[in-house]
């Protein structure tokens, strides 16, 4: 019997070592349901309140609850008893880290069936923004709002934040009485904007997705299921812009099986989301950069609604594998836009995401180039870089291309279905994959797939998406080159797609002069698009097309999504004639950026 349970306590050890990221023992306790009571404290920018935590105990030795938690102020810890008897519970921090915050110990004499950690957070807290009324686009109300993924939920909750395991929540929060709280979960409970909210969350979520925002929010349907919350300001636009989402659902729903979270809202966050979109379960947080008025960056917006199934439904087990969620997503938001913007589209698309992959493998440590990585001891936001979101994609179309679709298209949808609600890793995708695709090894071999998984760069059966509309583009950019004239470049028919595949190859290929000549006829430094604007700003540093430095001036302060900011700064910071420049303008934009984009900004300026 002992050595049984011998074998199991090691066993239990190994599954939860399969997250370094996380100091939990949630393979000995874990906490399927999770109760919060918060109140937005506004002039502290503080939550405070509790967490109660229901308790299920996986082997009859364990006295110890582990939790993950970051910057957090711990009133007291309390623990009932069956009898409903509460009493107080010791408890103790572990050693800090930089990038995993600090375990929570709390000791129990037995087995109790619910905890509460009462608390509250720091007003650094790394998930939170704290806005003050001036950084929002009304300026008339304080915003706040949280961003979990990777690690950043024990910022701002107590609790086991690995994407390993799975939990139910309900939620009451309390904010001052003119601003409107939401959550990515059911909120039909809330009538009024009265200043006190109730969220319930029926579906079984990892930590990652809880997400909560406040703010001077108002809300505007675009189907009966589908909406938007936003600031004033933006509502009528986001509308406009993401009135195809019904129809993403729809056919999405059609290749991968009913969308599983019943409504799909959309909240429109302040500029400083650091961020393109999250796709918080029911209500996926958007920037406001992609609102560029003619539906050119909606493919934000496929991708967080394609959340839904790939990451939502089934979650990646560990950050080492964040291709199983963005990989994946990738595949299916193109394939969401061929159906609801045609082939043509979803072709430009792919093909501008391969340049961006192009550059990044130029960039990365080989090691970093692997579809499955190794991030252990690392932040794991750092895997936040093309490759699992590409290189993922391209290994899914691969695959896409040897079976075709009519076997691939049900293969997902099964995997979609087979795995609904539970975690993933690369080895378990591969046994399924091997018992439902590759029965034929004359058509994929397990060597050609072991080389997508785990050999850096592109692997050899990669092929290159090419389009003809972005051939005629190089053509006429020879030609324009050749005879001075921009008037051989016939950019009328020209959508973004085209423009920024147009400027992607113009730092290896024009001079500063003929930057100015462009800048001149077609108003580059000044594009409202804010895709074009950092993809000019970059071909500008890159040749030292200095004019172009006030706009990306006034760019760097009104934005914070990394994605553009840190890229920017980076090429700043490495040339000595920038450099001060840099410092400069951060000074007045730092105050406005996320946490995350602070301490990303900071190093590279090295503040
Ligand atoms: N889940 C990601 C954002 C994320 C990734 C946050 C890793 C923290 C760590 C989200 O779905 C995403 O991929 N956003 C992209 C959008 C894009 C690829 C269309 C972004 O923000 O740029
Ligand atoms: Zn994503």
Same mark, same amino acid.
């Given at each position: 019997?002992?050595?049984?349970?011998?074998?199991?306590l +090691?066993?239990a050890a190994? /599954?939860q070592?399969?997250?370094?990221?996380?100091f939990s023992n949630?393979?000995? /306790?874990s906490?399927?349901?999770?109760?919060?009571?918060l109140?937005?404290?506004?002039?502290?920018q503080q939550?405070h309140?509790?967490?109660?935590?229901?308790l299920?105990?996986?082997?009859? =030795?364990?006295?110890?609850?582990i939790l @993950?938690?970051?910057?957090?102020s711990? #009133?007291?810890?309390?623990?009932?008893s069956a009898?409903g008897?509460?009493?107080q519970?010791?408890y103790?921090?572990g050693?800090?880290s930089?990038?995993?915050?600090?375990?929570?110990?709390i &000791?129990f004499p037995s087995?109790?069936p #619910?905890?509460?950690v009462?608390?509250h957070?720091?007003?650094?807290?790394?998930?939170?923004q704290?806005?003050?009324?001036?950084?929002?686009?009304? *300026?008339q109300?304080p915003f706040?709002?949280?961003q979990?993924q990777?690690i950043?939920a024990r910022s701002? +909750?107590?609790?086991?934040?690995?994407?390993a /395991?799975r939990? $139910?929540?309900?939620?009451r929060i309390q !904010?001052?009485?003119?601003l409107?709280?939401?959550?990515g979960a059911?909120n039909s409970?809330?009538v009024?904007?009265?200043?006190d909210?109730?969220?319930r969350m029926?579906?079984a979520?990892?930590?990652?997705?809880i997400?909560?925002?406040i703010g001077?929010?108002?809300? *505007?349907?675009?189907?009966e299921? !589908?909406?938007?919350?936003?600031?004033k300001?933006?509502?009528?636009?986001a509308?406009?812009?993401?009135?195809?989402?019904?129809?993403?659902?729809?056919?999405?729903s059609?290749m991968?099986g009913d969308?599983?979270w019943?409504?799909y809202?959309?909240?429109?966050l302040p500029?400083?989301?650091?961020?393109?979109?999250?796709?918080?379960p029911?209500?996926s947080f +958007?920037?406001?950069?992609?609102?560029?008025? @003619?539906?050119?960056?909606?493919?934000l917006?496929a991708?967080?609604?394609?959340?839904?199934?790939?990451g939502?439904?089934v979650?990646?087990?560990?950050?080492?594998e964040?291709?199983?969620?963005?990989?994946?997503?990738n595949?299916?938001?193109?394939? +969401?836009? &061929?159906q609801?913007?045609?082939?043509?589209?979803?072709?430009l698309?792919?093909?501008?995401?391969?340049?961006?992959? &192009? $550059?990044?493998?130029?960039q990365?440590d080989a090691k @970093?180039?692997? %579809?499955?990585t190794?991030y252990?001891g690392?932040?794991p936001?750092?895997?936040?870089?093309?490759?699992?979101? /590409?290189k993922?994609?391209?290994?899914l179309?691969?695959?896409e291309?040897?079976?075709g679709?009519?076997v691939?298209?049900?293969f997902l949808k $099964?995997?979609?279905?087979?795995?609904?609600?539970?975690?993933m =890793?690369t080895?378990?995708?591969?046994r399924?994959?091997?018992?439902?695709?590759?029965?034929?090894? =004359?058509?994929?071999?397990?060597?050609?797939i072991?080389?997508?998984?785990?050999?850096?760069g592109?692997?050899? !059966?990669?092929?290159?998406?090419?389009?003809?509309?972005?051939k005629?583009?190089?053509?006429?950019?020879?030609?324009?080159?050749?005879?001075?004239?921009? !008037?051989?470049?016939?950019?009328?028919?020209?959508?973004?797609?085209h423009?920024?595949?147009?400027?992607?190859?113009l730092?290896a290929?024009? @001079?500063?002069?003929q930057?100015q000549?462009l800048d001149?006829g077609f108003?580059l430094?000044?594009?409202?698009?804010a895709?074009v604007a950092?993809?000019?700003?970059?071909?500008a540093l890159?040749?030292?097309?200095?004019?172009?430095l006030p706009? %990306?001036?006034?760019f760097?302060?009104?934005v914070?999504?990394? #994605?553009?900011?840190?890229?920017?700064?980076?090429q700043?910071?490495q040339?000595?004639?920038?450099?001060?420049?840099?410092?400069a303008?951060?000074?007045r934009a730092?105050?406005?950026y996320?946490p995350l984009?602070?301490?990303a900004v900071?190093k590279?300026? *090295? %503040?």
């Amino acid at each position: 019997m002992r050595v049984v349970l011998l074998v199991l306590l +090691i066993l239990a050890a190994k /599954v939860q070592a399969a997250d370094p990221h996380s100091f939990s023992n949630f393979a000995l /306790v874990s906490h399927p349901t999770l109760a919060l009571d918060l109140t937005a404290d506004f002039d502290k920018q503080q939550l405070h309140g509790f967490v109660e935590l229901e308790l299920d105990w996986h082997h009859p =030795d364990v006295r110890e609850l582990i939790l @993950d938690s970051r910057d957090l102020s711990i #009133k007291k810890v309390m623990g009932q008893s069956a009898a409903g008897k509460w009493l107080q519970l010791s408890y103790s921090f572990g050693e800090k880290s930089p990038t995993h915050g600090q375990a929570l110990r709390i &000791e129990f004499p037995s087995q109790l069936p #619910k905890v509460r950690v009462y608390y509250h957070t720091s007003p650094q807290a790394s998930g939170l923004q704290w806005l003050t009324k001036e950084q929002t686009s009304e *300026k008339q109300h304080p915003f706040m709002y949280s961003q979990s993924q990777s690690i950043h939920a024990r910022s701002w +909750i107590p609790l086991q934040d690995t994407p390993a /395991v799975r939990l $139910n929540f309900q939620a009451r929060i309390q !904010t001052p009485k003119q601003l409107l709280a939401v959550m990515g979960a059911d909120n039909s409970a809330n009538v009024d904007k009265d200043g006190d909210y109730f969220f319930r969350m029926p579906q079984a979520i990892p930590s990652y997705l809880i997400a909560l925002a406040i703010g001077d929010l108002e809300f *505007k349907a675009m189907s009966e299921r !589908t909406g938007v919350y936003a600031e004033k300001v933006w509502l009528d636009k986001a509308v406009a812009e993401f009135s195809d989402t019904e129809q993403m659902m729809q056919v999405a729903s059609a290749m991968y099986g009913d969308y599983p979270w019943g409504r799909y809202d959309l909240l429109i966050l302040p500029a400083s989301f650091p961020f393109g979109g999250m796709e918080n379960p029911r209500l996926s947080f +958007i920037t406001p950069t992609v609102i560029a008025g @003619d539906k050119s960056l909606v493919s934000l917006i496929a991708h967080e609604l394609a959340h839904s199934w790939s990451g939502n439904l089934v979650t990646n087990g560990s950050w080492h594998e964040l291709w199983l969620n963005e990989g994946f997503t990738n595949y299916v938001e193109n394939r +969401i836009m &061929e159906q609801v913007f045609g082939p043509e589209r979803a072709l430009l698309e792919r093909q501008l995401s391969v340049q961006d992959l &192009e $550059n990044d493998l130029d960039q990365l440590d080989a090691k @970093d180039t692997l %579809l499955v990585t190794d991030y252990t001891g690392r932040d794991p936001d750092e895997a936040f870089t093309q490759v699992p979101y /590409v290189k993922g994609m391209l290994f899914l179309q691969f695959l896409e291309q040897r079976v075709g679709r009519a076997v691939f298209d049900p293969f997902l949808k $099964n995997y979609f279905q087979t795995f609904a609600f539970q975690s993933m =890793d690369t080895e378990k995708f591969l046994r399924y994959l091997r018992k439902t695709l590759l029965t034929d090894p =004359d058509i994929v071999s397990m060597g050609e797939i072991l080389e997508w998984l785990y050999q850096p760069g592109l692997a050899s !059966t990669f092929v290159a998406p090419q389009s003809d509309a972005f051939k005629q583009v190089d053509q006429q950019r020879v030609l324009w080159q050749q005879s001075g004239t921009l !008037t051989d470049l016939q950019t009328n028919s020209w959508s973004i797609h085209h423009w920024l595949h147009f400027i992607g190859q113009l730092a290896a290929t024009v @001079d500063t002069a003929q930057l100015q000549q462009l800048d001149q006829g077609f108003g580059l430094s000044q594009s409202q698009n804010a895709e074009v604007a950092t993809a000019w700003f970059k071909v500008a540093l890159a040749k030292n097309y200095s004019q172009a430095l006030p706009a %990306l001036e006034q760019f760097l302060i009104r934005v914070g999504r990394r #994605k553009f900011v840190v890229p920017l700064y980076q090429q700043l910071s490495q040339n000595p004639q920038h450099l001060e420049w840099a410092k400069a303008v951060y000074q007045r934009a730092r105050a406005g950026y996320h946490p995350l984009t602070q301490s990303a900004v900071d190093k590279l300026l *090295k %503040l």
